[in-house]
């Protein structure tokens, strides 16, 4: 009895150990289906079946696979932005008489008395001074002649009744001339002719304004959405995505990103905002309006600098060349840029400024104006000593980061952990 007693002790303590490793196993299990669900976050699986994990609302799993070649095709958005409205022009007053009213010409102002003159209305105009033409016509006077060829009456001031001067004949529409903003102009260098191999120009900066900015910021992509600013911060642990205000510096929306990622350049085209990764080989892509996940690519290269000519995107990888690509990241075209003759390597940061390309030489304080059809250097800019020594600490590092807001043609720089954002002009040298 006591030989079975024992044996039964035994099994049914064997038993019992069973059904705890059990239960452990099974919270072990949905512990780590916890962690891989809260690792995946708003992850977007490719037709690869690879799950590329983004940092909106989320992070990243530590063990997500990359994404694969293909996604899925990004839709095709609208043209780029529209640019300024240039000046509008007013109608001159004609000479004082008692006429009757022309036919006034449609949109116009009317003379105070007498003759109308035609005022001419400035179109539209982009960043790069191209604008659209507008037009304006002559008015009639409102109480004589509506246009250069109608007749006055006799004055009122000397007979009791005027005669009445025939109608005049409507005016003809004129072509509104068009033109860049006064700081525009500032900003853009003068463009060389068609073939220009010569020395490039060079240029100081002046500040005319400075801005708080956020000196954990490791800026890598700047640029305008509207009033604001939009910026992609580098370094493991610190890469994140912000929408930022201008006048204070503070991020109005920010995502931060899994520890895995060092993001780089980014731009916004057709509606979405496209970002790179220094080393992961994956690009993302964002919602322009509400900064939310769509979609990620695998890349091929180092990623560092990122802005679009409005039609494609066009990025640096470190070396001494440019790759224009469609909205999947496939390349269309490679361009070998040029300094003096010579290949200019550590291209960065970029922005599209007057129909070329600005890019930020990296450990350097110089930025450079390039051609995008030939390559060549057509400016330099030197920045040396926009941001003083006062500001400066252990931590902060170089020149890199350039924004033009195209509204207002106003041209903006900072660097990576600067305590401030400067508004500038450019100084010819």
Request: charged share 20%.
């Given at each position: 009895?006591?030989?079975?007693?024992?044996?039964?002790?035994?099994?049914?303590?064997?038993?019992?150990?069973?059904?705890?490793?059990?239960?452990?196993?099974?919270?072990?299990?949905?512990?780590?289906?916890?962690d891989?669900i809260?690792?995946?976050?708003?992850?977007v699986?490719?037709?690869?079946?690879?799950?590329?994990?983004?940092?909106?609302?989320?992070?990243?799993?530590?063990t997500?696979?990359?994404a694969?070649?293909?996604?899925?095709?990004?839709?095709?958005?609208?043209?780029?932005?529209?640019?300024?409205?240039g000046?509008?022009?007013?109608?001159?007053?004609?000479a004082?008489?008692?006429?009757?009213?022309?036919?006034?010409?449609?949109?116009?102002?009317?003379?105070?008395?007498?003759s109308g003159?035609?005022?001419?209305?400035?179109?539209?105009?982009?960043a790069?001074?191209?604008?659209?033409?507008?037009?304006?016509?002559?008015?009639?006077?409102?109480?004589?002649?509506?246009?250069a060829?109608?007749?006055?009456?006799?004055?009122?001031?000397?007979?009791?009744?005027?005669?009445?001067?025939?109608?005049?004949?409507?005016g003809?529409?004129?072509?509104?001339?068009?033109?860049?903003s006064?700081?525009?102009?500032?900003?853009?260098?003068?463009?060389?002719?068609?073939?220009?191999?010569?020395?490039?120009?060079?240029y100081?900066?002046?500040?005319?304004?400075?801005?708080?900015?956020?000196?954990?910021?490791?800026?890598?992509?700047l640029?305008?959405?509207?009033?604001?600013?939009?910026?992609?911060t580098?370094?493991?642990?610190?890469?994140t995505?912000?929408?930022?205000?201008?006048?204070?510096g503070?991020?109005?929306?920010?995502?931060?990103?899994?520890?895995?990622?060092?993001?780089?350049?980014?731009?916004?085209l057709?509606?979405?905002?496209?970002?790179?990764?220094?080393?992961?080989?994956?690009?993302f892509?964002?919602?322009?309006?509400?900064?939310?996940?769509?979609?990620?690519?695998?890349?091929?290269?180092?990623?560092?600098?990122?802005?679009?000519?409005?039609?494609?995107?066009?990025?640096?990888?470190?070396?001494?060349?440019?790759?224009?690509?469609?909205?999947?990241?496939?390349?269309?075209?490679t361009?070998?840029?040029?300094?003096d003759?010579?290949?200019?390597?550590?291209?960065?940061?970029?922005?599209w400024?007057?129909?070329?390309?600005?890019?930020?030489?990296?450990l350097?304080?110089?930025?450079?104006?390039?051609?995008?059809?030939?390559?060549?250097?057509e400016?330099?800019?030197d920045c040396t000593?926009?941001?003083?020594?006062?500001?400066?600490?252990?931590?902060?590092?170089?020149?890199?980061?350039i924004?033009?807001?195209?509204?207002?043609?106003?041209?903006y720089?900072?660097?990576?952990?600067?305590?401030?954002?400067?508004?500038?002009?450019?100084v010819?040298r």
């Amino acid at each position: 009895m006591k030989r079975f007693s024992i044996v039964a002790f035994v099994l049914l303590g064997g038993l019992a150990l069973a059904c705890s490793a059990c239960r452990d196993s099974g919270k072990a299990g949905n512990q780590g289906n916890k962690d891989a669900i809260a690792g995946i976050g708003n992850a977007v699986t490719n037709p690869s079946g690879a799950a590329e994990a983004p940092a909106a609302g989320g992070t990243a799993g530590a063990t997500g696979g990359t994404a694969g070649a293909d996604g899925a095709a990004a839709p095709v958005g609208t043209d780029g932005k529209a640019g300024t409205t240039g000046d509008e022009g007013t109608a001159t007053a004609g000479a004082n008489g008692a006429g009757a009213a022309g036919t006034p010409a449609a949109g116009a102002m009317a003379g105070a008395a007498g003759s109308g003159a035609a005022g001419t209305t400035g179109g539209s105009a982009d960043a790069t001074g191209t604008g659209t033409v507008g037009g304006a016509t002559a008015t009639s006077g409102a109480t004589g002649t509506s246009a250069a060829t109608g007749t006055s009456g006799t004055s009122a001031a000397t007979a009791a009744t005027g005669t009445t001067g025939p109608t005049g004949t409507t005016g003809t529409a004129a072509t509104g001339t068009t033109g860049t903003s006064a700081a525009s102009r500032k900003n853009i260098p003068a463009v060389p002719g068609p073939g220009w191999q010569g020395k490039p120009k060079e240029y100081g900066i002046k500040v005319v304004k400075e801005y708080p900015h956020d000196e954990t910021s490791y800026t890598q992509g700047l640029f305008f959405q509207g009033d604001h600013l939009i910026e992609t911060t580098g370094q493991k642990g610190e890469s994140t995505l912000r929408k930022v205000d201008l006048n204070t510096g503070k991020a109005l929306k920010r995502f931060d990103f899994d520890r895995k990622y060092f993001l780089e350049g980014s731009v916004e085209l057709n509606g979405k905002i496209f970002i790179l990764t220094w080393l992961n080989k994956v690009a993302f892509i964002y919602d322009a309006s509400s900064l939310e996940y769509l979609q990620t690519f695998s890349y091929p290269r180092e990623g560092w600098g990122l802005t679009t000519d409005g039609t494609q995107l066009i990025a640096s990888d470190g070396s001494s060349k440019l790759f224009f690509m469609d909205e999947r990241f496939q390349l269309k075209k490679t361009l070998q840029v040029r300094l003096d003759g010579k290949p200019l390597r550590a291209l960065n940061e970029l922005e599209w400024i007057g129909g070329k390309v600005w890019a930020n030489v990296y450990l350097t304080d110089m930025i450079v104006v390039i051609d995008p059809q030939t390559g060549n250097v057509e400016a330099k800019i030197d920045c040396t000593g926009l941001l003083p020594e006062a500001l400066r600490d252990e931590y902060t590092d170089v020149l890199n980061g350039i924004a033009f807001n195209s509204a207002d043609g106003k041209l903006y720089l900072t660097g990576k952990y600067w305590k401030r954002l400067y508004e500038v002009e450019l100084v010819e040298r």
